[in-house]
């Protein structure tokens, strides 16, 4: 499969400096219920929270964290919210893909300054362990980057909530980081998105997918990788292809009813055990590619450490590219509405994304979408 690469350039300097992902907020319609999910299927646990107990009115959060992947889970307390206008339009889903940086003022600045939308002005927040300054704009759909400036805080998350500790703590599944989130945008809309992240936040393309590379009998999809400058936020974007039936990034915005994340990519060391345990405690993931799959594996991607059978039993994918292999696996939708999914990664020198498996993936996406009647 053809991917074409764009050389980094290290010359010119960043304008958006990022530390990496700091959090990710999802608006939910029950963040009580989500955490627990979260908690027992993922192995997540809740550090910190706010709401009415710490006077909050309208709604509730829970921080949840596993090594050092942060997830917000939120909801209104009451129909007259931004938070429920959200719920109502998208169902559960991303509302905050959320990035640490060292200067949140300057971020804000540089980002409107090159045409951002603004969705908060820089605030500074205080408490006794600190402060944190936070900013934001808004990206495609009704998603947000918030940029986070926590260099002067030690505070469980950030003032206004609490830290929550003991109490229901399920053991983690070995899920470490947020590897990638992938944005689906709509029909025509992929090279304006792409742009988008080169003006106005300075990232590269780093990798292209076309539709004559990423197509099945039926589906078919367009991508771009998006890379900041020191490569530690990665954001793929997507856009549906014609095909002959219904692109599941269709499905997707028809059900989302706008664009926004379609997945987030959470990396361990230990692919094979962290499936094993996530499968055990109710994950459900995409039904695995047919056994011809597994009987070429090693033609297609060469020598790996793992063996082949439980890699096989639980559906795990491999693909290589010039500088190792990588192993995925990805959920079905995590709510209802066949929107947000996570994949789950361990990265053994690929910097890539799984393009060698988009074939089976699809086929295997197919039949979910067909028994959804959506394809
Ligand atoms: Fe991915």
């Known amino acids: 499969m053809q991917t074409s690469f764009v050389e980094k350039d290290p010359e010119t300097k960043d304008f958006l400096p990022l530390n990496g992902t700091d959090h990710v907020e999802f608006y939910v319609g029950n963040a009580k219920q989500s955490a627990h999910f979260y908690k027992t299927a993922f192995g997540f646990k809740t550090v910190a929270y706010a709401g009415p107990e710490t006077g909050l009115r309208d709604r509730a959060s829970y921080v949840l964290q596993q090594g050092k ?84 805080y030690n505070g469980a998350f950030m003032p206004g909530y609490i830290a929550v500790e003991g109490g229901y703590e399920p053991e983690s599944t070995g899920l470490l980081y947020i590897d990638h989130c992938v944005g689906n945008v709509g029909w025509n809309r992929m090279n304006e998105a792409v742009q988008w992240y080169e003006d106005i936040m300075g990232f590269k393309n780093i990798l292209s997918f076309d539709d004559k590379q990423i197509n099945t009998e039926y589906s078919a999809l367009m991508s771009k990788v998006m890379s900041n400058k020191n490569g530690y936020v990665k954001f793929p974007i997507n856009e549906p292809a014609e095909g002959k039936k219904k692109s599941q990034i269709e499905e997707y915005l028809e059900f989302y009813e706008g664009e926004g994340v379609q997945h987030i990519a959470v990396a361990t060391h230990d692919i094979i055990s962290t499936v094993r345990e996530m499968k055990k405690r109710g994950v459900e993931f995409l039904s695995a590619p047919p056994r011809a799959y597994y009987e070429t594996l090693l033609q297609r991607v060469g020598k790996i450490d793992e063996d082949i059978a439980p890699l096989q039993e639980l559906g795990i994918l491999v693909d290589h590219d010039e500088e190792g292999y990588l192993l995925q696996i990805f959920t079905k939708p995590v709510q209802d509405r066949p929107t947000l999914f996570f994949e789950i990664i361990q990265r053994k020198g690929a910097q890539s994304f799984g393009a060698g498996n988009f074939k089976a993936l699809f086929e295997s996406l197919e039949r979910e979408q067909e028994l959804r009647g959506n394809l």
Do not use: C
Request: proline share 4%.
């Open 69 to 152: 992947i942060r997830l917000i889970l939120t909801s209104p307390l009451k129909s007259d919210s931004p938070i429920m206008d959200h719920i109502k339009t998208h169902g559960d889903g991303v509302k905050i893909l959320a990035l640490w940086v060292d200067d949140a003022y300057k971020s804000y600045e540089e980002t409107i300054k090159r045409g951002a939308k603004s969705y908060q002005e820089p605030q500074t927040l205080t408490d006794d362990f600190g402060e944190v300054r936070t900013a934001g704009i808004y990206t495609y759909g009704e998603t947000v980057h918030l940029f986070v400036e926590r260099k002067n």
